[in-house]
Structure formats: C-alpha cells, structure tokens
C-alpha cells in the first residue's frame, strides 16, 4: 500500500506502473476516480469539429499582453464558487537506467465553496483515486486495493487541500486551483517573464496560448478566448530536472454549475477496509 497515502501493515507498494512520490510532486505544482458516475455537473455541450476553426474573433482590449490574458482568466475562474472539469493527462517519469517513459490518467473534479469537493482519478491500468471533502471531513478511496480512510481537516476547501497536499503529501489534482491560489504559479513574485504566443486552435476553440517562465519550470496555457476564458490546455516542462520530464493536461467539460446533490456521497464499498490515514514525517 502506497505510503504516501495509508498507514498500514501491508507496507509500501512497489509497483512500477504507479507514480511514485517524485513523480506525483510534479503534478502537485499544477491548479495537479472508485468509478463513480457523475450526473449533472459537467454538462456535455455540443461542440464544433476541432479541425475546422473559424475566423478568429475581433480582438477587443490589450490581447497580447500575457499578464493581462492570465489575470482575466484567474478573475473569472476565482468569481465562481461551483466549479467542474475534466482533463486527460500525460506525464512523463524517468526508470533508473534513463528511459524516459509516459503515463496516462483520466481527472474528474466537482467543487462547491465554500465545503464541498470530489475528484476521482483513473489511472492507465484502471486503478483509481477518489477523494470526498465536506465540511471538515475528507475521505480516501483506493481501488482496487478497496481501502480507504478519513482526514480530519478544516471545513473551507482551501484550507483542507492545503493541509492534506503539504501533511499528508496526497496527490491532488490541480492543487492550485482548489486551494484558490493559482496566481501564486502563474503570476508569483518568482515568475521570470509571461509572454503571449498567438492564438491557437485547441479542441474545437481558438484559445491564447501563453508561455511562462520561473526557475526549475517552464509552463505553456492555452486559455479560451471570449467571455468563458477557462483552461484548454497546460505543459509543463521541468527545466530543473536533466531529463526534462513533463506533464501535459487537456481540459473538458468545464462547467461553473455544480448543482445541488450531484457530488455522490461517499458510501464504503462492499468488502472494504478502513485504515488510518497519518501524515508524512520529514522529506
């Protein structure tokens, strides 16, 4: 059993094809799912074909300062309390004798301010994570291992994803997004420059794509362009490590309605064992 995540006799698991605790802190830095169907959140809308773009709109305001693009997408994704995405994410991972090799995982996430909060994440060999955060409780749920555990963390979602990403070093998608501080990655006192590139076609929408630099990453956004400016796409590259690896998330089914009752409650499966959950001491 992974140790990052439970306290248990089993031990830690060793297998090669999960992300270890240096790859999975690679995917801490972004804003970094028991399959559970999720109804009512995430609205499927009909979208045009992603190769056959229109004209590009009439550009309106300063559209090529970068800072400026970035700032109107953190102020319009920070004006909504209900917030739902998913993404399909690639992650690079070096073996021990150089091989650069890729990972694939589906991320599903629903939250409602100032309590609420599901994510489930399904890896490339169907295993998954999900995760339950409400008022004060978050809940863990490893499959197909079927174990899970509780945290006890402060009610504000911030807050709660704080404590469980630093304490307890658990893998949260887009930390930065559900801690509410995207800024600080995006637009931080660290940030060397934020260039915009051009306009670019992402999967089925003309987006603005903006590259940022900072010490030890090198991160590219595609965000949408017109009155929704949500995410497209993000690459990170991570200059610090000589290999280079990088983490690549295309982003769908957004939605700033999370409607009442929607996020599933957590009920233990059938044969399940609870364990308990203890933070990560030292490095």
Known sequence: MNG?????ASGPSTSARRPGARRRSWSRLLFALVPVVLMGFCPVAAEESPWSPPALP?????????????????DFMGGHPDLAFEALVTYGAVQEDGQKIHFDMLQRVAIRLPHRLFWIT?????????????????????????????????????????????????????????SGDPAELWLGDDVLTVDFIGPAWIDGHWTDHIAIRKPGIDIELWLRQGEEPFPKKIELVYTAEPQLPSYTARFRKWS??????????FEPPTGSEKVEVVPIVGN
């Not at 009439?58 to 953190?74: K, W």
Request: glycine content about 6%; aromatic content about 8%; proline content about 8%.
């Open 58 to 74: 009439a550009p309106s305001g300063d559209t090529t300062d970068g800072r400026t693009i970035v700032q109107n997408a953190l």
């Open 256 to 265: 700033t309605k999370v409607a009442e009752g929607s996020i599933p409650e």
């Open 122 to 178: 399904i890896f490339d060999d169907a295993s998954s994570h999900s995760a339950w955060g409400s008022n004060g409780d978050f809940t863990l749920l490893k499959q197909p291992a079927n174990i899970w555990g509780k945290i006890d963390v402060p009610p504000p979602i911030a807050e709660a994803v704080e404590r469980i990403s630093t304490e307890y070093k658990i893998d949260v998608p887009f930390v930065d997004i559900l």
């Open 4 to 8: 990052q995540y439970y306290s248990s």
